[in-house]
């Protein structure tokens, strides 16, 4: 093979991405119930999904928002709060607005 013809591809983010197939569920703000999905790469930054196709008929039947959302791998039982920044008819692109919630974090409640 002629090696000016062959094509490498090559990482080139910030935070490289690292192929998964964790099962997980997303949860849009404003809908209380949960849409079940795969993890299909992550980074440190973001993350992209796999969803069934429909998938956003909860969206629409609740007037939820899909500019948010929270993202649970169930596997490892890890919590990311996500910005919605791509999205197709089976795939989400997210980025992750804070640093993971890690299932030993304790949850802090106010006093009234």
């Known amino acids: 093979m002629d090696t000016k013809s062959a094509t490498v591809l090559r990482e080139s983010r910030f935070a490289p991405r690292r192929k998964r197939q964790l099962p997980a569920a997303i949860y849009f703000d404003g809908v209380s119930t949960g849409v079940r999905c795969t993890i299909i790469d992550v980074s440190t930054t973001g993350a992209r999904i796999k969803l069934q196709k429909g998938w956003d ?12 959302a929270r993202l649970i791998d169930l596997a490892e039982k890890v919590t990311y709060e996500c910005h919605v920044v791509r999205t197709t008819a089976e795939e989400l692109g997210l980025r992750f607005a804070a640093p993971p919630i890690l299932p ?6 106010l006093s009234k």
């Open 57 to 68: 008929a909860t969206l629409r039947n609740t007037g939820g928002n899909a500019k948010r």
């Open 104 to 109: 030993s974090a304790p949850v802090l409640r």
